[in-house]
T-cell receptor
Framework: AQKVTQAQTEISVVEKEDVTLDCVYE???????LFWYKQPPSGELVFLIRRNSFDEQNEISGRYSWNFQKSTSSFNFTITASQVVDSAVYFC?????????????FGQGTRLTINP | SQTIHQWPATLVQPVGSPLSLECTVEGTSNPNLYWYRQAAGRGLQLLFYSVGIGQISSEVPQNLSASRPQDRQFILSSKKLLLSDSGFYLCALNPPGGGEQYFGPGTRLTVT
């Protein structure tokens, strides 16, 4: 069975600090997708990234970067120079790859608070 | 680009009453559609998904049901609500060939 673990329940940092959110997953599938979503106080889930299991290259998008390591089954998310607007709950998720339905398995989320 | 509408945004219902939550999508055809629930302080759990009109798959046994009467409409229902049905219900979609999964604004349901 698939499982996603986000061991950090809450993180609080001061603005401009760098922060890394951890995500560890378990799956028996040989191909799969990994995702990160942001949930601001409004509740809507905002898509941040999808990564195919074949692609272990790290990705950077502005202040956001993702480190995918298949050897340790981890897909960590780093925010550089954090801002108050980054405060939200962040979810890591996993699904099998393929043409059918994409059933996401979510971690429990990490609540990130950026203090001014 | 695709858009997901959900209504109502919030709902307060007594135990034992029926439920109907609606999700409609725009900007895409034949999407895969999903219903997720987020209980208070917990992660998201997939409830139902649909790969086409009239095709519904349930992921967990529960007091709820889903239907897809049209390609871009996905409905979550219950005949008699339980207190444990309270939560934040999110509709999501992804294109039929895969791709990113996007979420709607959600419906916050409180069963009293």
């Amino acid at each position: 069975a698939q499982k996603v673990t986000q061991a950090q329940t809450e993180i609080s940092v001061v603005e401009k600090e760098d922060v890394t959110l951890d995500c560890v997953y378990e799956t028996r599938d040989t191909t799969y997708y990994l995702f990160w979503y942001k949930q601001p106080p409004s509740g809507e889930l905002v898509f941040l990234i999808r990564r195919n299991s074949f692609d272990e290259q790290n990705e950077i998008s502005g202040r956001y970067s993702w480190n995918f390591q298949k050897s340790t089954s981890s897909f960590n998310f780093t925010i550089t120079a954090s801002q108050v607007v980054d405060s939200a709950v962040y979810f890591c998720a996993l699904s099998e790859a393929g043409q059918g339905a994409q059933k996401l398995v979510f971690g429990q989320g990490t609540r990130l608070t950026i203090n001014p | 680009s695709q858009t997901i509408h959900q209504w109502p945004a919030t709902l307060v219902q007594p135990v034992g009453s029926p439920l109907s939550l609606e999700c409609t999508v725009e900007g895409t055809s034949n999407p895969n559609l999903y219903w997720y629930r987020q209980a208070a302080g917990r992660g998201l759990q997939l409830l139902f998904y649909s790969v086409g009109i009239g095709q519904i798959s349930s992921e967990v046994p529960q007091n709820l049901s889903a239907s897809r009467p049209q390609d871009r409409q996905f409905i979550l229902s219950s005949k008699k609500l339980l207190l444990s049905d309270s939560g934040f219900y999110l509709c999501a979609l992804n294109p039929p060939g895969g791709g990113e999964q996007y979420f709607g604004p959600g419906t916050r349901l409180t069963v009293t």
